[in-house]
């Protein structure tokens, strides 16, 4: 006897038969490919116009420009924004600045400087690139400088690696980001980084897209939860809460690692390839929106 | 300890605003470590001077719930040019410091 | 006596009464380290009376409380003060076990601006007491201390 039930339905037909199996094996052949192809440029721009259409739509009286200031150019957070506006009549970030300038001329063990190293280099708004066989992080050329010139790396997430990819930044804050995403290598990488943000992970199995996508705006608990788009326009920032610890500089990887710890997730190292990727994809997703470098959040 | 100070002058209507930042832990005392779990002796700010050429202008008391590397300003008056501006503090544990500018 | 908790909360707040009587000497010491004293206190009014010399204000419309309405970080909440003629000024709040945040006297400019930062331990009330022409007036404002958001470190 066959039994219906409202989750699972017999096959009753052989026409039906037929159809689930030719549809298998149309799928067992094709997924291998569909895995391995990068995304091809006039998808990656599909998905940039639905993902800031998405966020214009849903905040009408914010545009693409406001969203460089994160989580301080939504509406629901105007409660709020005074305190942060307050913040930058004296910008607690200045201090912080100067002493990134002096280290970003500071002569290294070679005598060159990394100020020097970066001449020729494109804008800061077009990193990260793919060049040369390999794919370029701001912080990944600055570790490269310093090794070339004698020095010893630095750690991504370190508070001087902050500041220098701020005095880097700083003098093009204002223009908007234009990644070029026409080599295979950077398609490669905003699939795996677009992958990352959608997929859920941690105790709280949430994906980034879960709180910065579908409730961008909407509280968790006290806080306004920003909108992914402009994510990463703004960084380094300082960060207040970073501040009562003293090291109040903060890069984008460090700012990932807390997100996914405040998810019940495993922080990855600093410039790992899967922080990389996620870079390269909000990079893409904010084609267009002006970098602020440096910034203050909360 | 040296903590920085820095001082801006900022013209605005109807005078001038005077903003200082002083790089201080203002550690209000009954807190803990959070490395090394001991208590940390109080060290506030407990006053601030503004002067112009020398002459006091504003004068303000500050208590241990004043946050950590403090800003505070006032405004004065429409200051001319050459006009010279002091700010000093110091703090419970015996510190002082102290920054000046000139407007130009 | 509503519950235990309450009863040995009070066996221990007598025991250290007694306790620092005892160690009366240990306190002046301590009492001679800070440089005013005065200001270690807890009621609004003993701040007002010497600050000002009294503490009867009435509520004040001209005074402007610059802050925000809802903050995430109780350590930093940035506020600006306009009273204009003022001799002198307070503020203080009852978010905190100590009221003071920050006095000024400002005798001859009279502007009356304040710029400042202050800790809020939670919800309260930022209050600013404005001395002109020896009348003391007053002007409050809600600060909603929000969100909890944990320190991780990364």
């Not at chain 1, 750690?155 to 204002?174: C, H, T």
């Amino acid at each position: 006897m066959i039994t219906k039930s409202w989750w699972f339905k017999p096959c009753r037909t052989t026409l039906h038969r037929f159809q689930i199996s030719f549809f298998l094996a149309a799928a067992a052949t094709a997924l291998p490919v569909n895995l391995l192809a990068a995304p091809s440029t006039g998808e990656i721009r599909e998905d940039i116009r639905q993902f800031q259409q998405f966020f214009l739509s849903r905040f009408p009286d914010v545009p693409l420009e406001a969203y460089q200031d994160g989580v301080n150019a939504l509406p629901q957070y105007a409660q709020r924004r005074l305190g942060w506006e307050l913040l930058l009549e004296f910008p607690p970030y200045e201090s912080e600045m100067i002493a990134a300038r002096d280290q970003w001329q500071a002569p290294l063990p070679s005598g060159g400087n990394l100020e020097r190293c970066f001449v020729g280099k494109p804008p800061p708004t077009a990193y990260p690139y793919f060049f040369n066989g390999e794919t370029h992080t701001i912080a990944g050329d600055i570790n490269n400088c310093l090794l070339e010139n004698g020095a010893g790396v630095l750690d991504g997430m370190s508070g001087e690696m902050a500041r220098l990819v701020a005095a880097f930044k700083s003098p093009w804050s204002g223009q908007v980001m234009d990644i070029d995403f026409r080599s295979e290598e950077i398609r490669q990488l905003y699939k795996k980084g677009r992958q990352y943000f959608w997929a859920k992970r941690g105790q709280m199995n949430f994906s980034c897209a879960n709180c910065h996508v579908h409730n961008a705006g909407n509280q968790l608990r006290g806080d306004v939860l920003s909108a992914a788009l402009g994510h990463s326009t703004g960084y380094p920032a300082y960060s207040t809460t970073w501040s009562l610890d003293g090291n109040a500089m903060g890069t984008l990887h460090r700012r990932y690692a807390q997100c996914n710890a405040l998810v019940g997730a495993a922080p990855l190292a600093a410039q790992s390839e899967e922080y990389i990727a996620l870079e390269v994809y909000q990079a893409i997703m904010n084609s267009g929106v002006p970098i602020k470098v440096p910034s203050q959040r909360q | 300890m040296i903590y920085s100070t820095r001082l801006k002058v900022i013209e605005t209507e109807p005078g001038h605003q005077l903003m200082c930042e002083i790089r201080h832990p203002m550690e209000p005392g009954g807190r803990r470590d959070k490395a090394t779990g001991r208590l940390l002796p109080a060290n506030y700010i407990t006053q601030v001077v503004f002067r112009v050429n020398e002459e006091i202008r504003a004068e303000m008391l500050l208590g241990k719930y004043v946050s950590k590397n403090p800003v505070v300003g006032t405004m004065v008056s429409k200051l001319s040019g050459g006009d010279r501006i002091i700010v000093s503090w110091q703090d419970i544990a015996g510190d002082s410091g102290q920054a000046s500018v000139r407007v130009k | 006596m509503r519950n235990r908790r309450h009863f040995l909360a009070n066996v221990f707040r007598l025991a250290m009464t007694s306790g620092l009587v005892l160690a009366d000497g240990i306190t002046r010491v301590i009492a001679a380290v800070d440089p005013r004293p005065e200001f270690s206190s807890t009621e609004i009014d003993q701040v007002l009376s010497f600050y000002f010399g009294t503490s009867d204000a009435a509520d004040d419309a001209s005074i402007r409380i610059i802050a925000p309405l809802v903050t995430e970080q109780r350590e930093l909440v940035p506020f600006k003060i306009e009273a204009p003629g003022a001799e002198k000024i307070a503020i203080v709040t009852d978010a905190n076990p100590e009221p003071l945040i920050l006095a000024m006297d400002q005798i001859t400019d009279k502007t009356g601006v304040v710029i400042g930062r202050a800790r809020l331990q939670k919800t309260g009330l930022l209050i600013c007491y404005v001395l002109r022409n020896n009348v003391l007036t007053r002007a409050t404002r809600k600060v909603n201390v929000s969100g909890h958001w944990q320190q991780t470190r990364a």
